[in-house]
């Protein structure tokens, strides 16, 4: 991706998220103006932002939240681009699935992605790329059996509220309004779909994805399911996000996935480098095999690094942080 030769400004919702944090730093490095929102810019957990290289000069933090439609205008204001990346993901169970799915999960999801939209359309902003996710893609009774899920597939509404799979059916809809959006705005909309997301922490806390990997390592449960996770390196995603934002031949919506493994060959894995943990003891065979296809945005030109290199980054950067200890 080329150097930027003047100062462009963008900005990335829910800055301080573990994908938006990366992205924020890329942006930063190729000589962005970066405005990003956050619920409270003086937390202890958005100080990671305040010590990227150039965020001293170039990264401005605004105090608002997807529900905040003048907030959010008053953070696009100037911008030519919008990265919104910002969504709720739930961590561990729920434990008032009614409430949680409407005021948590869903409001947030697609409320807040129409008022993102809105803002935009005020603020004049060019280009927008709404991070989504293959949740929006692969939730369905109904798989292709003889091929990998492409951009054409979606995730079954009905199916994702029969599951009380809530997130992905906040995230499908959400996706799905977005697009839709297009044909009635003059908005240039994006979309990028990630799969299970590992890789090292700029910040702080723990989510959801690097919690689901640290369980392999920490729990050392008595039977898991063998199921196949597609995965992809926190990093790329962040450049298949900024590749979806420059590249003016990117249209509608992609797939962000590097590889398939399922669960038993992860802990396998990560034992066979690793094997002073606590990892899982038996496995129960699961038949949900999902294979997603990221050829369309390889065809813009993204790449991806090897799962090994994901994987030791990742360990590291639990080990220094103090979320591993051997045993």
Same mark, same amino acid.
């Given at each position: ?39 409270? &810019? ?17 990264? +401005? ?13 008053? #953070? ?29 999960? =869903? ?26 996710? #293959? ?6 009774? *109904?798989?292709?059996?003889?091929? &990998? ?23 499908? =809809? ?12 003059? !908005?240039? =909309?994006?979309?990028?779909? &990630? ?8 910040? $702080? ?5 690097? !919690?689901?990997?640290? %369980? ?6 008595? %039977? ?13 995603? #962040?450049? $298949? =996000? !900024?590749? #979806?934002?420059? *590249? ?5 919506? /992609?797939?962000? @996935?590097?590889?398939?493994? +399922?669960? +038993?060959?992860?802990?396998?894995? !990560? ?6 943990? *606590? /990892?899982?003891? $038996? ?9 997603? %296809? @990221?050829?369309?945005? +390889?065809?813009?030109?993204?790449? /991806? ?23």
């Amino acid at each position: 991706m080329e150097r930027k030769a003047e100062k462009e400004r963008v900005c990335v919702t829910g800055a301080g998220g573990y994908i938006a944090s990366w992205v924020v730093k890329f942006l930063l490095s190729k000589g962005y103006i970066v405005h990003g929102t956050v619920r409270d &810019p003086s937390d202890e957990k958005n100080s990671h932002l305040k010590k990227l290289e150039k965020a001293l000069e170039n990264l +401005q933090l605004f105090k608002t939240d997807l529900l905040d439609y003048e907030g959010l205008c008053a #953070a696009f204001a100037g911008c030519s681009g919008v990265l919104h990346v910002a969504s709720p993901v739930p961590i561990g169970p729920i434990s008032n699935p009614e409430n949680f799915t409407q005021e948590e999960l =869903i409001e947030p999801a697609v409320v807040g992605t129409r008022n993102v939209l809105s803002a935009c359309e005020k603020a004049k902003v060019k280009k927008v790329v709404v991070v989504s996710s #293959a949740g929006a893609v692969a939730v369905t009774p *109904n798989r292709p059996k003889d091929r &990998p899920m492409d951009e054409e597939c979606w995730s079954d509404l009905e199916y994702c509220k029969a599951t009380q799979n809530y997130y992905c059916l906040a995230k499908t =809809i959400a996706e799905s309004e977005a697009l839709e959006h297009t044909k009635k705005s003059e !908005l240039n =909309i994006v979309t990028v779909c &990630p799969s299970f997301v590992f890789g090292p922490m700029l910040q $702080s806390t723990m989510n959801g994805s690097c !919690l689901l990997l640290l %369980s392999f390592m920490k729990d050392g449960g008595e %039977s898991v399911k063998n199921i196949v996770y597609p995965v992809v390196d926190v990093r790329d995603v #962040a450049e $298949s =996000i !900024l590749l #979806a934002y420059e *590249n003016p031949d990117a249209v509608g919506r /992609y797939i962000c @996935s590097a590889h398939s493994i +399922q669960a +038993q060959a992860l802990a396998e894995k !990560l034992k066979s480098m690793y094997p002073n943990y *606590n /990892y899982p003891k $038996s496995y129960i065979e699961d038949e949900k095999d999902v294979e997603l %296809s @990221s050829e369309k945005l +390889q065809s813009l030109g993204w790449k /991806y690094r090897p799962l090994e290199e994901t994987l030791v980054d990742a360990v590291r950067n639990y080990e220094e942080n103090g979320f591993l200890v051997e045993h």
